[in-house]
């Protein structure tokens, strides 16, 4: 091998160093922008209304189990009628 090959290849060898690096720092980006967005408080946090809704729901299934459909209407109906008695006494 000459000197001129052995300096081509170690120009290669920089140039593939330099390419990794550059590799290397996309795949840290990349990792901490997964990192952030996996982070279960943002998770959480975006969909809290979602799931303050579904909560909500679940719970008013479970506490309503025996309770009969038309019941529940008569008495959010009962409850509406009242409050909107009240506003036209106002």
């Known amino acids: 091998m000459g000197n001129e090959e052995i300096r081509q290849l170690e120009a290669d060898l920089e140039q593939k160093k330099a390419e990794l690096r550059d590799d290397l720092v ?10 952030t967005e996996l982070n279960p ?42 409050r909107a008695y009240r506003a036209a006494r106002q």
């Open 26 to 35: 996309q795949l840290e980006a990349k990792v901490h922008a997964t990192r």
């Open 41 to 82: 408080t943002k998770l959480i946090g975006d969909r809290l209304p979602l799931l303050t809704g579904l909560a909500v729901l679940v719970g008013f299934v479970i506490g309503y189990q025996n309770v009969r459909v038309d019941q529940i209407l008569a008495a959010v109906g009962k409850e509406g009628a009242v």
